[in-house]
């Protein structure tokens, strides 16, 4: 069965400082891949996605991910968080010929000022 | 357009009652989920349905069973409620090759 990973569970980081949030995916075929980020008190809202095409994706609010298939990975990045970034986000996969959509166990962002 | 429709937002359960979680998308979408989400655990697939008429098990389905009525709407339901059953329930949708849509979740307490 196909299972997502996120090594970070809660990262705390300034205002400015580089965000990168690990993602590994165990499925071996082709693969839809997401990252959705869910504000506090609200639902999950996407931030970017790859399906096909260039690897090097980019996303709302400054957010991109690369997609590196042969080490499973979509790791998420971003130069300069911000404080509004501070928020816990889920890596997602579902395989390209199903439905079948998977979430990791998020990784939980403080951002202080 | 509303998007996905969950009902009801929050719920209050005794163990051992049962309720059904309605979901509804005006979107258009094959695909359907439901999801729960725990502390520390993430989103975890309960079941989903490809189209209407199919439905699959996901990761944890124990405990729960799922009706997709029509295109529009795919139920939730707990038969018998456990105090382990306490959790934000999602219910999310799809069309092929685009992102999922999420409700706004229904926060359900087991007592």
């Known amino acids: 069965a196909q299972s997502v990973s996120q090594h970070n569970h809660h990262v705390i980081l300034s205002e400015a400082a580089s965000l990168e949030l690990g993602c590994n995916y165990s499925?071996?075929?082709?693969?839809?891949l997401f990252w959705y980020v869910q504000y506090p008190g609200q639902h999950l809202q996407l931030l970017l996605k790859?399906?096909?095409?260039?690897?090097l994706v980019k996303g709302i609010k400054g957010f991109e991910a690369e997609f590196i298939k042969s080490k499973f990975s979509f790791n998420l990045r971003k130069p300069s968080v911000q404080w509004s970034d501070t928020a816990e986000y889920f890596c997602?996969?579902?395989?390209?010929?199903?439905?079948?959509?998977?979430f990791g166990t998020g990784t939980r962002l403080q951002v202080f000022p | 357009n509303a998007g996905v429709t969950q009902t009801p937002k929050f719920q209050v359960l005794k163990t051992g009652q049962s309720m059904t979680l309605q979901c509804a998308q005006d979107?258009?979408?094959?695909?359907m989920y439901w999801y729960r989400q725990d502390p520390g655990m993430g989103l975890r697939l309960i079941y989903y349905?490809?189209?209407?008429?199919?439905?699959d098990k996901g990761e944890v389905p124990n405990g729960y069973n799922v009706s997709r009525l029509n295109k529009r709407e795919f139920s939730l339901r707990l038969e018998s409620a456990a105090p382990s059953q306490t959790s934000v329930y999602f219910c999310?949708?799809?069309?092929?090759?685009?992102?999922?849509?999420f409700g706004q979740g229904t926060r359900l307490t087991v007592v």
């Open positions: 499925y071996g075929g082709t693969v839809n």
């Open positions: 997602a996969v579902n395989e390209g010929n199903t439905d079948k959509l998977i």
């Open positions: 790859y399906f096909s095409g260039d690897p």
């Open positions: 979107m258009n979408h094959n695909s």
């Open positions: 999310a949708s799809t069309l092929e090759d685009t992102e999922a849509f």
């Open positions: 349905s490809a189209s209407e008429g199919t439905t």
